[in-house]
């Protein structure tokens, strides 16, 4: 059962592969879209742009839920960047991944998904801290 609770507690979401492989961690859920650039400390993980509503927030082996990217596209690299100095998110999941979170994620190997079936933001679909497997071969995430 696909967009559906199924026996188990299990939540599948079917949407888009942007970026392969398969990873799981703790959902970290912003309403706002993310400028790595300037907004994401790299050598720490750390969100240090004050106007977003997860400021503060370490997002490191976290699976980063937000609406999509914004601003320059050296966010890419800095994507890179905090992957190299393992700070990087386990996986995102996005509404729409554009460019700068497409190319930072396949240059730094971590798994995307966008266009789920059912939005992963509004609501109480997700909450922070659930467990969330993404697979970006396959184009879907699972909720636990």
Do not use: W
């Amino acid at each position: 059962m696909t967009g559906e609770e199924p026996q188990g507690g299990v939540l599948k979401l079917q949407g888009r592969s942007i970026s392969r492989g398969i990873a799981s961690g703790k959902a970290l859920i912003s309403q706002h879209r993310i400028s790595f650039l300037g907004g994401v400390d790299p050598l720490t993980g750390i969100i240090v742009d004050q106007s977003v509503d997860i400021y503060g927030t370490c997002i490191a082996n976290r699976v980063l839920i937000f609406p999509g990217g914004k601003g320059s596209t050296v966010g890419s690299y800095v994507i890179y960047q905090l992957k190299q100095h393992g700070k990087a998110p386990a996986a995102m999941v996005t509404r729409s991944a554009g460019t700068i979170v497409a190319a930072g994620a396949i240059i730094a190997e971590i798994p995307v998904v966008d266009s789920l079936e059912r939005d992963p933001i509004e609501g109480d679909l997700i909450t922070d801290g659930k467990e969330v497997l993404v697979n970006g071969d396959e184009g879907y995430i699972e909720v636990y």
